[in-house]
């Protein structure tokens, strides 16, 4: 079983703008745990140096907000959440991705597509 | 008291955004987010967001200090250079003092003001597009 794996970036790359903001969809959320969550759905280790800029450019883009809540005496967390135009875009993207995903899967395994 | 390697990278971190023209608020939240999740995972901040210039390359490019710089030289030259040229003139047409260069006093006088203005147009053109920028920031 393949856990734990050590994913090609290139690869990455493309998957994590639609994943963060798929987790985000899921409800208020910060960065570490987004990190957590992609972590535990097998995506395998997101650094802050590629996920903080992430978040960064999603919030300029539009499609997230993001709110500082205090903690008990330390720098606080910065929570994110989806946007109505976020959404639409992350419906675009599920949508988009699935076939995206199969095409590719067919030419690499080299069996026809699904659908 | 001795600062943590935490404190240390994000003193750099502003400095090193500030003096690429970061707009100050979109800084500190920058900068409060990596407190933050290293306070959350203990991780070494280098391990986990690269050295300070590849994590400010994210957010802003090197060659904004570049330019910082070229501005600041040319600046100091354009106005201590044009008061003197213009001062000297000024003193030449006088009477008092020699010409400069052996230019005729008035052309010291316009030289000098242009220098002069030419660096009050640079100042004024650098803070616009400055504004302009940090308008641009959504955080």
Same mark, same amino acid.
């Given at each position: 079983?393949?856990?734990?794996l050590?994913?090609?970036?290139?690869?990455?790359?493309?998957?994590?703008?639609?994943?963060?903001?798929?987790?985000?969809s899921?409800?208020?959320?910060?960065?570490?745990?987004?990190?957590?969550?992609l972590?535990?759905?097998?995506?395998?280790?997101?650094?802050?140096?590629?996920?903080?800029?992430?978040?960064?450019?999603?919030?300029?883009?539009?499609?997230?907000?993001?709110?500082?809540?205090?903690?008990?005496g330390?720098?606080?967390?910065?929570?994110?959440?989806?946007?109505?135009?976020?959404?639409?875009?992350?419906?675009?993207?599920?949508t988009?991705?699935?076939?995206?995903?199969?095409?590719?899967?067919?030419?690499?395994?080299?069996?026809?597509?699904?659908? | 008291?001795?600062?943590?390697?935490?404190?240390?990278?994000?003193?750099?971190?502003?400095?090193?955004?500030?003096?690429?023209?970061?707009?100050?608020?979109?800084?500190?939240?920058?900068?409060?987010?990596?407190?933050?999740?290293?306070?959350?995972?203990?991780?070494?901040?280098?391990?986990a @967001?690269?050295?300070? #210039?590849?994590?400010? !390359?994210?957010? =802003?490019?090197?060659?904004? /200090?570049?330019?910082?710089?070229?501005? %600041?030289?040319?600046?100091?030259?354009?106005?201590?250079?044009?008061?003197?040229?213009?001062?000297?003139?000024? @003193?030449?047409?006088? #009477?008092?003092?020699? !010409?400069?260069? =052996?230019?005729?006093?008035? /052309?010291?006088?316009?030289?000098?003001? %242009?220098?002069?203005a030419?660096?009050?147009?640079?100042?004024?053109i650098?803070?616009?597009?400055?504004?302009?920028?940090?308008?641009?920031?959504?955080?």
């Open positions: 079983m393949v856990e734990n050590n994913w090609p970036a290139e690869w990455l790359r493309g998957v994590l703008t639609p994943a963060v903001l798929s987790v985000v899921d409800g208020q959320t910060y960065g570490y745990l987004i990190a957590q969550r972590a535990d759905a097998g995506l395998g280790t997101v650094k802050g140096g590629t996920l903080y800029p992430l978040l960064a450019r999603l919030e300029q883009d539009g499609d997230v907000i993001s709110v500082w809540r205090e903690g008990q330390g720098p606080g967390r910065k929570y994110y959440s989806i946007t109505p135009a976020g959404r639409q875009h992350l419906a675009a993207l599920r988009d991705w699935q076939v995206f995903a199969d095409r590719s899967t067919a030419a690499i395994t080299g069996r026809k597509e699904h659908s | 008291m001795t600062s943590t390697p935490g404190e240390e990278y994000v003193e750099e971190l502003r400095e090193i955004l500030e003096l690429r023209d970061v707009p100050a608020e979109v800084v500190s939240q920058i900068v409060r987010e990596i407190q933050s999740h290293v306070a959350e995972s203990g991780e070494d901040p280098v391990a @967001f690269g050295t300070v #210039g590849e994590y400010a !390359d994210n957010f =802003a490019p090197r060659s904004r /200090i570049t330019r910082f710089w070229l501005l %600041t030289v040319s600046s100091v030259f354009l106005a201590f250079g044009g008061t003197y040229v213009l001062i000297n003139g000024v @003193f030449a047409l006088l #009477g008092g003092g020699h !010409d400069l260069w =052996a230019m005729p006093p008035w /052309i010291s006088v316009a030289l000098g003001a %242009t220098g002069i030419s660096f009050i147009v640079l100042i004024l650098a803070g616009a597009r400055s504004k302009r920028r940090s308008h641009t920031w959504r955080m």
